[in-house]
């Protein structure tokens, strides 16, 4: 990295500061937390690990989870230790750069998607999600976010449901009635 690198707005220019160099002797926001969450979900794999089957033996169905995990476990906090003697950076906040609220609405759609797939369906779904993302990534009017959003979704439909013939959750579109339909149309009406 840069050796002049102060670590302020001259990295806000779409490059990525996650390269080897990037804060060598300052925790970005955040840091610290996601060392701590990491340091405790490997501790509690360790004692996952643990209960196999103990430590009893190192040919026991356990070992190599436990080795594993413990190495993890070490490491994390390893990771941690290092990262809280770290003066924090000043310039730089969470919610602006490295979580900034897009990055938590889409945290939120996706959530949305899953919840809805099964319930809704593909399609709906599919819709809702492309509608909304289009209108916040784009800043532009709803008839653009529709548009492509429908167009995008169709494109989708037919390359994965009619080429590849994969099966999505129907959910509340009439999906297998509506093919058969066009199958119909196309066969001449024979059934």
């Known amino acids: 990295m840069d050796p002049d690198y102060r670590g302020d707005a001259d990295h806000h220019d779409g490059t990525s500061d996650a ?15 996601f060392a701590v969450i990491m340091a405790l979900a490997s501790l509690y794999l ?20 436990m080795a594993t ?6 490491s994390a906090l390893v990771i941690l230790v290092k990262t809280a003697r770290r003066p924090k950076v000043t ?7 490295i979580l900034p609220v897009k990055v938590i609405v889409f945290v939120v759609f ?8 099964i319930p809704l369906g593909f399609l709906p779904t599919a819709a809702l999600f ?4 289009v209108k916040l990534l784009s800043d532009r009017g709803w008839g653009f976010a529709i548009g492509v959003s429908l167009f995008t979704l169709l ?13 999505m959750p129907a959910g509340i579109v009439p999906e297998a009635e509506i ?12 059934a």
């Open 91 to 97: 310039t730089e906040t969470l919610s602006r750069d």
């Open 110 to 117: 996706l959530a949305a998607f899953g919840a809805l797939l």
């Open 179 to 190: 093919l058969q339909f066009f199958r119909n149309l196309t066969s001449g009406g024979a």
């Open 19 to 33: 390269t080897p160099g990037g804060y060598t002797k300052e925790r970005r926001p955040g840091e610290l937390g």
């Open 69 to 74: 995990t413990a190495a993890m476990a070490i």
């Open 130 to 133: 492309l509608i909304a993302s």
């Open 155 to 167: 494109i989708i439909w037919i390359v994965f449901r009619i080429v590849f013939s994969v099966l």
């Open 46 to 65: 360790l004692w996952s690990a643990y209960g196999i089957s103990g430590f009893d033996a190192l040919s026991a169905p356990g070992a190599v989870p």
